[in-house]
C-alpha cells in the first residue's frame, strides 16, 4: 500500500456491483464474508470505524485505519509477510461507514499428493520456516517495545499455501486480514500470542515431519533469555505493576519450557534451517 492509500477518506461506496454473500462463509461466519456480484478474486469483510477506533483508543476512525494499514505495511516490510490485502472506507448498505478489507482469494494447493507433490512440500516447508521465524521475532520486537501488536497472525489456520485465483505462482498467504485485533502494551496478550506460536509451530512440525530450527533458535536464544532477564529484575519489586509482569513474564517462560520439553518426547524429525535445508 502507498502512503497515498494509508490516508483513507470517506465517501461513497466503493464498488459498483451489490456484494453478496461469499462461497467461503461457513456455519457461524454466515454471511460475513462477501464478494462483488460475479467476481471471485476478492473476499471481502467489513469493520465499522467505530470499533477501529476503539482498538486504537482514537477518537479520528479514520486516523485508526491508517494506524491499521500501518500494522500491516509493517508485517509486509520489515517481517516479509505476504499480506493479499487493501483498505478502503464507504458505507454499508445501512449507511454506516465502515473499513472494507479486501483480500486476494488463495486457492490451497495439496503438499502430499499430484504430480511436482515432493517440490511444492519443499518449497512449503522453507516459506513456513520463514514464516515462524519473522513471527518470533516480530514478537520479540513488540515484547520490548509494547508497541501495538497485531494479535491474528499466530494460528497456522490464518495461513494459506497456495496461489491467487488466475494464477500458478505458489506462496504463503496471510488471508484472516481483520484490521480489529491488536493491542499495546498487554501482557495477557503477548502471552496468548506467543501460546499460539508455540503451538503452530509444534503442529505445523508434526504435520510436515521436520523441525524449524531458525524459529526454535529465537524462541530459546532471544525470547525465553529476555523473559528471564526482565523476570529477574522484577523479582525484588513489590508493587502491583511488578506482580503482573512477573506473573505473565512466568507464564510465557513456561510455555517456551513446555514446548521445548515435549519435544524431547516425541519421535526424531529432520531439522532444518529457515531455507528448508536440512541441518547436519
Do not use: C
Amino acid at each position: 500500500m502507498t502512503n497515498k492509500e494509508a490516508q483513507p477518506t470517506k465517501g461513497s461506496s466503493p464498488f459498483k456491483d451489490e456484494l453478496i454473500p461469499s462461497d467461503v462463509n461457513r456455519g457461524g461466519l454466515a454471511a460475513r464474508f462477501k464478494e462483488v456480484g460475479s467476481r471471485k478474486d476478492k473476499i471481502i469483510r467489513q469493520v465499522p470505524l467505530e470499533i477501529v477506533g476503539q482498538v486504537f483508543k482514537s477518537q479520528d476512525s479514520l486516523a485508526a485505519v491508517a494506524q491499521a494499514k500501518q500494522l500491516f505495511d509493517e508485517l509486509r516490510g520489515d517481517y516479509a509477510l505476504n499480506i493479499p490485502a487493501d483498505i478502503v472506507i464507504g458505507p454499508n448498505p445501512s449507511g454506516e461507514e465502515v473499513a472494507y478489507i479486501l483480500t486476494d482469494r488463495v486457492e490451497g494447493v495439496d503438499l502430499f499428493r499430484g504430480e511436482g507433490a515432493d517440490e511444492r512440500r519443499e518449497r512449503a516447508i522453507s516459506e513456513w520456516g520463514h514464516l515462524y521465524e519473522s513471527l518470533a521475532r516480530y514478537f520479540y520486537d513488540k515484547l520490548q517495545s509494547r508497541e501495538y501488536l497485531t494479535l491474528d497472525i499466530f494460528k497456522n489456520e490464518q495461513y494459506r499455501y497456495g496461489h491467487k485465483l488466475n494464477t500458478t505462482e505458489d506462496g504463503l498467504y496471510l488471508i484472516d486480514t481483520d484490521i480489529h485485533y491488536a493491542s499495546q502494551n498487554s501482557l495477557l496478550d503477548m502471552a496468548q500470542s506467543l501460546h499460539h506460536l508455540l503451538r503452530s509451530i509444534d503442529y505445523k512440525e508434526q504435520d510436515l515431519g521436520v523441525r524449524f530450527m531458525s524459529a526454535r533458535r529465537w524462541l530459546q536464544d532471544k525470547i525465553y533469555i529476555y523473559l528471564k532477564a526482565e523476570l529477574e529484575k522484577d523479582i525484588v519489586a513489590v508493587d502491583q505493576d511488578s506482580e503482573i509482569r512477573r506473573h505473565f513474564y512466568g507464564r510465557m517462560i513456561k510455555a517456551i519450557e513446555n514446548f521445548f520439553a515435549e519435544d524431547q518426547a516425541k519421535s526424531s524429525f529432520i531439522n532444518l534451517d529457515n531455507s528448508g535445508s536440512e541441518i547436519k
